[in-house]
């Protein structure tokens, strides 16, 4: 199994070398294949996913997994769509990042390249095999994937597609593969196929993340998991402040950036409080409070919140609810119990947002707007391969910057150091 894997991560590095020499509009060219191709091929690609959705509901799969796995002719349009969206953006690699000449006359210039081979790990998602292949791509790089046995036959299906995309103009088939073949130990290999494989991206649930920044020796980027917060300080403009909860709450709560705990200012509480669990009960969220939010719930039923609670990202319509003394009482929550995603502040006092935006560790910070905005595609990035809660390498959503690493080029006339 191993040694299988070695030679897919091989064969990758082969072909990594040749997109790192290929022009920017080869690699445009062969995207805008790869578009073409996908619609081309909806009925097969959705002949594929039903044995897919037929495997998952046999195997009692969720609802909501489900629709992350179902494509249909306007899915995959859409995700054709994105990728000549991702033509379209700028080509980060050959870009120069800063330079200048020496006093000595030396010419230096830090110039961004390819990455290499980059490892994804995903799951029952098929549209992420499409958008990673993508990035990865379009930023020079080969890409090794691990799309999850729940949607094996529609990633079959896909890559075959992007495969004879690459061929078709000239690059080599290799760039694109994929490891689902060999299972669970098939990613126990990537992981550990240092020197083969630059960079792993796991992009999931934490358990998933977690087992691969665990259990690699490749270099990992950490990225999703999402216990993101909104603090409502004593100087909101309430009104506001409620739109901004049940947005982040609300909109899309399966996702790494949505809201999952509350804290409110006592000040602001007994006429904020009602409202919120109001709004929240009326959307559908189930509710969990501490002592003083349940004796404000009225006829709102809010289950009492434990530990656990605080702690636990629930990518559902969940949501904890607390109530804290000051600012640096929530401060103080958040560090405790943030996994460093996006955190959120929603106050008219510009101090209080100052503090609020320097204390908070994490990738995103927003002040007056939802944790929602912490995304590729909102942040004007155009697209994104995941979003890094990490501080090494990238943080955030990454782009396609950050797929790249950096040489420093000196030019120079015979220089000779003294």
Same mark, same amino acid.
């Given at each position: 199994?191993?040694?299988?894997?070695?030679? +897919?991560?091989?064969?990758?590095?082969?072909?990594?070398?040749?997109?790192?020499?290929?022009?920017? $509009? &080869?690699?445009?060219?062969?995207?805008?294949?790869?578009?073409?191709?996908?619609?081309?091929?909806?009925?097969?690609? +959705?002949?594929?996913?039903? %044995?897919?959705? $037929? @495997?998952?509901?046999?195997?009692? #799969?969720?609802?909501? /997994?489900?629709?992350?796995?179902?494509?249909?002719?306007?899915?995959?349009?859409?995700?054709?769509?994105?990728?000549?969206?991702?033509?379209?953006?700028?080509?980060?690699?050959?870009?120069?990042?800063?330079?200048?000449?020496?006093?000595?006359? /030396?010419?230096?210039?830090?110039? @961004?390249?390819?990455?290499?081979?980059?490892? #994804?790990?995903?799951?029952?998602?098929?549209?992420?095999?499409?958008?990673?292949?993508?990035?990865?791509?379009?930023?020079?790089?080969?890409?090794? /994937?691990?799309?999850?046995?729940?949607?094996?036959?529609?990633?079959?299906?896909?890559?075959? +597609?992007?495969? %004879?995309?690459?061929?078709?103009?000239?690059?080599?088939?290799?760039?694109?593969?994929t490891i689902d073949a060999h299972g669970r130990a098939g990613v126990r290999a990537l992981l550990r196929a240092r020197g083969l494989v630059d960079v792993v991206i796991p992009r999931g649930g934490a358990d998933l993340i977690r087992t691969v920044v665990e259990t690699a020796t490749v270099p990992t980027v950490e990225t999703g998991t999402g216990n993101c917060h909104v603090y409502v300080d004593t100087a909101a403009d309430l009104d506001e402040a409620l739109a901004v909860c049940v947005n982040a709450k609300v909109q899309r709560p399966s996702t790494c950036?949505?809201?999952?705990? +509350?804290?409110?200012?006592?000040?602001?509480?007994? @006429?904020?409080?009602?409202?919120?669990?109001?709004?929240?009960?009326? $959307?559908?969220?189930?509710?969990?409070?501490?002592?003083?939010?349940?004796?404000?719930?009225?006829?709102?039923?809010?289950?009492?919140?434990?530990?656990?609670?605080?702690? !636990?990202?629930?990518?559902?319509?969940?949501?904890?609810?607390?109530?804290?003394?000051?600012?640096?009482?929530?401060?103080?929550?958040?560090?405790?119990?943030?996994?460093?995603?996006?955190?959120?502040?929603?106050?008219?006092? &510009?101090?209080?947002?100052? @503090?609020?935006? $320097?204390?908070?560790?994490?990738?995103?910070?927003?002040?007056?707007?939802? !944790?929602?905005?912490?995304?590729?595609?909102?942040?004007?990035?155009?697209?994104?391969?995941?979003?890094? &809660?990490?501080?090494?390498?990238?943080?955030?959503?990454?782009? /396609?910057?950050?797929? !790249?690493? !950096?040489?420093?080029?000196?030019?120079?006339?015979?220089?000779?150091?003294?």
């Open positions: 199994m191993r040694e299988a894997v070695e030679q +897919v991560a091989r064969e990758a590095r082969e072909a990594s070398r040749a997109l790192a020499t290929a022009s920017g $509009a &080869t690699r445009d060219a062969a995207l805008l294949a790869v578009a073409d191709g996908l619609v081309a091929a909806t009925e097969r690609l +959705v002949a594929a996913n039903a %044995d897919d959705l $037929a @495997r998952a509901q046999a195997d009692g #799969m969720s609802t909501s /997994l489900q629709d992350r796995l179902r494509l249909d002719a306007g899915r995959i349009a859409a995700i054709a769509d994105a990728v000549r969206d991702v033509v379209a953006l700028p080509d980060p690699v050959g870009q120069v990042v800063r330079g200048s000449t020496l006093p000595n006359g /030396l010419r230096v210039h830090q110039v @961004r390249r390819p990455l290499g081979v980059v490892g #994804m790990v995903y799951e029952a998602r098929p549209n992420v095999t499409v958008d990673a292949a993508a990035l990865c791509l379009k930023s020079g790089n080969a890409v090794v /994937l691990r799309g999850g046995s729940a949607a094996r036959s529609s990633n079959e299906a896909i890559i075959e +597609v992007l495969q %004879d995309a690459l061929a078709a103009t000239g690059l080599p088939r290799d760039a694109v593969r950036n949505a809201a999952e705990t +509350v804290l409110v200012h006592a000040a602001v509480a007994e @006429r904020f409080v009602p409202r919120l669990l109001r709004a929240m009960h009326e $959307a559908g969220v189930r509710l969990h409070g501490d002592e003083t939010v349940q004796g404000l719930a009225g006829e709102v039923p809010v289950e009492a919140a434990t530990e656990e609670d605080w702690a !636990t990202e629930y990518l559902a319509l969940e949501l904890a609810v607390g109530v804290v003394p000051d600012l640096g009482s929530a401060l103080d929550h958040i560090r405790r119990f943030s996994s460093g995603h996006t955190e959120a502040i929603c106050t008219r006092d &510009t101090r209080a947002a100052d @503090r609020f935006v $320097a204390e908070v560790d994490a990738a995103g910070v927003a002040v007056n707007a939802s !944790t929602r905005f912490t995304d590729g595609g909102q942040l004007g990035l155009g697209a994104e391969i995941g979003i890094s &809660t990490q501080k090494l390498h990238a943080r955030g959503p990454m782009g /396609l910057p950050d797929l !790249t690493t !950096t040489t420093w080029v000196m030019t120079g006339d015979g220089h000779l150091r003294s």
